[in-house]
């Protein structure tokens, strides 16, 4: 039994502070059953999330609500991190990518581009499902942890073109040979799971170990995604940072 003294809130989430072994918090919330999909954190600072995402956490966040007051129009809104460990995580081993024989055909028509649209994809993102949890201080630290300075993680975009216009986009997480889904649009029919198909081409091809998909959704089992329990995924993710 591993030991840690967690912190919980009286509502029983555990919080998490950048000065705790992320690795250890995560052996102990496994040991424990903590049984939530959320933790809480409070510190925004870019080395922190990025060692979050380097643990293996989907780092997600959220704006506090807090109670009206007479300065309303003069409150700056508050946020809390929420590092998400899956109870049931969605990866897609490559041997596994299903492709559907209606969707072969349109394959030749896109061309994937890596990092060439970022900002463009991040903020369509935002466009189309709303910073709920992309939120503002979360997006900023997305971009400061693609600055020139060195953290364990790199954010990357992945682009469909048509005829050289964009149609289809996702961004994510790099950590050692673990790609991990953040979020992704479409703007064309069909794009979306072209983007993903040819996307997972190009991690297997480039060394990948596996796509870490997160959330299991029904359109990712039809891609052919396992759904896998958090201990298990956790020793996948280990092995395949280290390298």
């Known amino acids: 039994m591993n030991v840690l003294p967690l ?30 999909e959320f933790c809480l954190a409070s510190d925004f600072h870019p080395v922190f ?4 995402m ?52 349109l394959l030749s028509r896109y061309k994937l581009e890596v990092d060439r649209d970022f900002e463009r994809i991040l903020n369509r993102c935002v466009e189309i499902h709303g910073d709920d949890w992309l939120t503002a201080p979360l997006r900023e630290n997305i971009r400061l942890i693609r600055g020139p300075d060195k953290f364990p993680v790199r954010p990357v975009s992945f682009g469909v073109y048509r005829d050289g216009e964009l149609q289809a986009g996702e961004f994510g997480i790099i950590a050692g ?40 959704l029904e359109y990712k089992d039809m891609l052919g995604a396992r759904n896998i ?15």
């Open 7 to 36: 912190r919980f809130t009286p509502t029983g989430y555990v919080v998490i502070f950048p000065q705790d072994d992320l690795d250890l918090t995560i052996d102990v919330l496994l040991d424990i059953d903590y049984g939530q």
């Open 49 to 52: 999330i990025a060692d979050l």
């Open 54 to 105: 380097a643990a293996g956490f989907l780092v997600m966040s959220t704006e506090v609500e807090e109670e009206p007051s007479d300065t309303e129009e003069d409150r700056e809104p508050s946020y809390l991190l929420l590092p998400k460990l899956h109870l049931t995580r969605s990866v897609l081993f490559f041997e596994d990518l299903h492709v559907k024989r209606s969707l072969k055909p």
């Open 177 to 216: 040979r673990v790609y991990t889904s953040y979020s992704g649009y479409y703007d064309e029919d069909n794009a979306g799971t072209v983007q993903m198909v040819l996307m997972a081409r190009y991690l297997q091809a480039a060394g990948f170990a596996f796509l870490d998909l997160g959330m299991p």
């Open 229 to 243: 329990e958090p201990r298990h995924f956790v020793e996948l993710f280990r092995n395949a940072r280290k390298k």
